[in-house]
């Protein structure tokens, strides 16, 4: 499956952004979802995951309360909801897809977007 991230962009803390992640390829349906971000000279972190059908998410606890990962496998899109933003979630952001269901593990992810940068000023 192919990903390809869009919705990042520049805001205020205490705002909020969607980002959305499209794939084409293989059954959507079948992938769970994980985000991820990046700030310069740190690891890709773990950001949230929902699983293949949506029926389950999980976060961050850096996010958990504020983000919210929704997917609709109609249009082959999953999103992230981010809410009362901190210059802290500045990174850039990365979808990535799994066969059978989401993971705290980059390592278990096949399929990754492009990302797409998030800068919250303060």
């Not at 919210?68 to 979808?95: F, G, H, W």
Request: proline share 2%; aromatic share 12%; glycine share 14%.
């Amino acid at each position: 499956v192919q990903l390809q991230a869009s919705g990042g962009g520049q805001v205020q803390a205490g705002g909020s952004l969607r980002l959305s992640c499209t794939a084409s390829g293989r059954t959507f349906s079948n992938y769970g979802v994980g985000w991820f971000r990046q700030v310069p000279g740190k690891e890709r972190e773990f950001t949230g995951g929902i699983s293949a059908r949506g029926m389950s998410t999980f976060y961050a606890d850096s996010v958990r309360g504020r983000f919210t990962i929704s997917r609709d496998n109609a249009v082959n899109t999953v999103y992230l909801q981010m809410n009362d933003l901190k210059p802290e979630d500045t990174a850039v952001y990365y979808c990535a897809a799994r066969a059978g269901g989401a993971s705290i593990y980059q390592s278990q992810y096949e399929s990754w977007g492009q990302g797409t940068q998030v800068t919250v000023s303060s």
